[in-house]
C-alpha cells in the first residue's frame, strides 16, 4: 500500500508539470508591449477569449508620465477616455496554423484601426507576435509574457 502511495506523488507533480506548461503555451494572457522603434516598455496588454474569440483590453500603462493617458486622438465615443481598459482587438478568429486573424486592432496611441494577425513565436512561447496591417504595408511587434505582475 505504502508504495503505491509514493508512485502516485511523482505521478501528480508531472501532471501538475504539464499542465502549467500548456498554459504558457496560450496566446491568452497578460502580455507586455515594447515599442518596436525605441525599445520603451508601454503597456500590459490582457489577451482573453469571449465567445470563442480572441479580445485584448489595455491593463496597465507602463511608459512614465502617461500612466493616466487618455485618447486625445480618438474620435467618436473613445473621444478623451482613458486608454488603461481601453479594447485593442475584437473577436479575433483562430485559423488552422494556430493564427488569430481579425479586422479590429487598435493603436490608441495613435488613434487607427488596423487588420490584425496574432500568433506565438515558434521559439519561444512566451513571445507573442502581434502584426497590423494598412493595406498591404504591415509592420510587427514582439510582446513578451508577463508571468507575475
Not at 467618436?76 to 496554423?97: A, H, Q, R, W, Y
Not at 502581434?130 to 507575475?148: D, I, K, N, P, S
Request: net charge positive.
Amino acid at each position: 500500500m505504502r508504495k503505491r502511495k509514493r508512485l502516485n506523488t511523482p505521478l501528480i507533480i508531472i501532471c501538475m508539470l504539464m499542465v502549467q506548461a500548456s498554459w504558457s503555451q496560450s496566446v491568452f494572457g497578460k502580455w507586455k508591449t515594447i515599442d518596436d522603434r525605441n525599445g520603451i516598455e508601454k503597456a500590459i496588454v490582457e489577451v482573453y477569449k469571449k465567445n470563442g474569440m480572441l479580445q485584448a483590453r489595455i491593463h496597465k500603462i507602463l511608459e512614465k508620465g502617461k500612466e493616466d493617458a487618455l485618447c486625445i486622438k480618438c474620435k467618436g465615443e473613445l473621444k478623451d477616455k482613458p486608454i488603461v481598459g481601453m479594447k485593442i482587438m475584437d473577436d479575433f478568429k483562430k485559423n488552422s496554423k494556430g493564427e488569430y486573424k481579425g479586422n479590429r486592432l487598435f493603436d490608441p496611441e495613435q488613434a487607427m484601426t488596423f487588420r490584425g494577425k496574432v500568433w506565438l513565436d515558434p521559439d519561444n512561447k512566451n513571445r507573442l507576435k502581434v502584426r497590423g496591417y494598412l493595406a498591404f504595408l504591415y509592420r510587427t511587434q514582439t510582446w513578451h509574457r508577463v508571468l507575475e505582475e
